[in-house]
């Protein structure tokens, strides 16, 4: 069959490589260039590829690809967003640029997206966009999380929404920093960017926003000792108490190829190298006022990053949207 070519931009680091290899696996995609400025010339094996050499980003032919995915850094990304755009190209940003909330950090960013790509809750605005912000990796477990609660108007509109969340170290990507040295991040665990300072921030607040206002919304991530994963802790004030929440989150995610609701709270080895949420949601108890425990688990550079990318991709080429994922 005929495949769709595409080009990643960003394609050394750890969500760009992990894009080029679903690429390599994908039945109706073709990797048609991989740019890497700072390791042009250098080969890189993916499997279903072989090996793939990085061209630097002013040579990538943007116009041989239909759609292109930016991997690129926050604050370099919104330019070359913009570029490929114009070059006819539909985009996927997997940077922070151009997400709901978060001006873009570019100032010489001429292109917005038309949908935040979180398919669970924009498919159809997904399926008619040209360019499309992709979720960061907390924000698509919290959310995802937290829709069934918001699609409903369960949430306390004077709520405070905490968070406690964790990632592997893949989530910092793979610039040399001492913090993140095998030696400072083994057997340890530490929360980081604390007093809600986070870059997901924004993003979570601006879907939140959409269905109730006044929420606050109190993020504190923490990293852990693993290459990959992310699980997130959410304590989520209701208006009234809900019987069966478990039944609820059942229903509202019934159909959905990857959001899975577990019977019990998940762990890491549910979700890594797939492309799922894993949900679990109870009621607190002792509590004065009706709460509930949603705990999500995913895969930081699947559902977090390159997997949910190429399940926009799919949906905006007019693909079938599993097709490619590992679920």
């Known amino acids: ?143 995802l999380g937290l829709l069934p609660a918001l699609t409903r108007g369960l949430v306390a509109s004077d709520a405070t929404i905490s968070v406690s969340a964790a990632s592997g170290v893949t989530g910092a990507g793979d610039a040399p920093k001492r913090e993140l040295l095998f030696a400072e991040v083994t057997e340890d665990f530490r929360p980081y960017s604390v007093g809600n300072h986070h870059r997901h921030l924004p993003e979570m607040r601006a879907a939140v926003a959409r269905f109730v206002n006044g929420a606050d919304l109190v993020f504190t991530p923490h990293l852990l000792p693993v290459a990959r994963g992310i699980i997130a802790t959410i304590t989520v004030p209701l208006v009234a108490p809900v019987a069966d929440p478990l039944a609820l989150w059942r229903q509202h995610y019934a159909g959905e190829c990857f959001v899975e609701v577990a019977d019990a709270p998940p762990a890491l080895r549910d979700v890594v190298h797939r492309n799922v949420a894993h949900v679990f949601v109870m009621s607190v108890v002792g509590v004065r006022r009706p709460t509930l425990l949603v705990i999500v688990a995913i895969d930081n550079l699947l559902k977090g990053a390159a997997g949910q990318a190429v399940q926009n991709a799919n949906l905006l080429l007019g693909l079938p949207e599993a097709d490619g994922l590992p679920a």
């Open 1 to 143: 069959m005929h495949k769709i070519p595409v080009g990643v931009l960003g394609a050394s680091g750890y969500t760009g490589r992990e894009l080029c290899a679903l690429v390599g696996r994908h039945p109706g995609l073709a990797l048609a260039w991989a740019a890497a400025h700072e390791r042009t010339g250098d080969r890189m094996h993916v499997a279903g590829l072989g090996p793939v050499t990085f061209v630097a980003a002013d040579a990538a032919p943007l116009a041989d690809a239909e759609l292109v995915f930016s991997a690129l850094p926050h604050g370099a990304s919104a330019p070359w967003v913009a570029r490929a755009h114009a070059a006819g190209a539909k985009v996927i940003d997997l940077s922070a640029d151009l997400r709901p909330g978060q001006p873009s950090k570019a100032a010489n960013a001429t292109v917005a997206a038309d949908a935040y790509g979180l398919p669970e809750l924009e498919r159809e605005t997904v399926r008619a966009a040209s360019v499309v912000a992709n979720p960061g990796c907390y924000a698509t477990a919290v959310l």
